[in-house]
């Protein structure tokens, strides 16, 4: 017959071996996201070609940029980028420079 006691050091033991299989597969990431200001009034002002024409140019410079600093971009939706950075310097960065790109 089975313990109460038994029973706990399995659940513990295999709770242990789910922990270090979880282990292998963890990664540390920095997620950064992007959002085009004032999208909505260009689009406005200057139609929707102008408007998807910027927006692309927006992900281009920003996948660039971003790729140069470590980076992949995981998703765009309308004016918004999402990036996933193996560190948060290295997605601070990016972020500093795609900022300065799009202003100039």
Known sequence: MVTHEEDIDALLKARAEIDDQLRKHKNTLTVLF?????????????????GLAMIHRHDELASGVFLAHGGRVDKTIG??????????????????????????
């Open 79 to 104: 004016d918004s980028a999402m990036a996933e950075f193996p560190d948060a310097g290295s997605a601070v960065r990016a972020g500093v420079e795609s900022s300065a790109s799009s202003s100039s």
């Open 34 to 50: 992007t959002d085009v200001a004032g999208s909505t009034s260009f689009f406005e002002r200057n139609g929707d070609t102008a």
